[in-house]
């Protein structure tokens, strides 16, 4: 069984930078790739970004090209999320998600923590 829990939200303001970690508890076929959604209020969840253990290829949405970067820690089951230049728009429930091949749909993970908030006020 895969489970993946994230730490590191909170709130912050407009501009700021705020790390996401990620750790899974297993590295298997079944969780080769590794990726961050969110769901901001009201709407439904979106792919934010995505790496593979492997390869380490990352891949990101339009809206955090340049701002956000994704790495990994494959000696310690560890995923990072940094995010910079935060607006009030990057307010969300973020989530990461383990699954066996990368995508950019929820349906493409398997295993998902909790999710932790990120607020950014303006």
């Known amino acids: 069984q895969v489970e993946v829990l994230e730490t590191g939200g909170g709130s912050v303001q407009g501009g700021d930078s705020l790390r996401l970690s990620c750790i899974v508890s297993?590295?298997?076929?079944?969780?080769?790739?590794m990726a961050w959604f969110r769901q901001p209020p009201g709407k439904g969840r979106e792919f934010v970004a995505g790496?593979?253990?492997?390869?380490?290829?990352?891949s990101y949405a339009d809206s955090v090209k340049g701002r956000f970067n994704i790495s990994k820690d494959n000696a310690h089951h560890l995923v990072y999320l940094d995010m910079n230049k935060l607006t009030s728009q990057d307010t969300a429930v973020y989530y990461c998600?383990?699954?066996?091949?990368?995508?950019?749909?929820?349906?493409?993970?398997?295993?998902w923590g909790q999710g932790t908030q990120v607020t950014v006020s303006s």
């Open positions: 790496i593979t253990w492997d390869s380490g290829t990352a």
């Open positions: 297993v590295r298997t076929a079944s969780s080769a790739a």
């Open positions: 998600a383990a699954g066996p091949s990368p995508g950019h749909q929820a349906g493409d993970y398997d295993y």
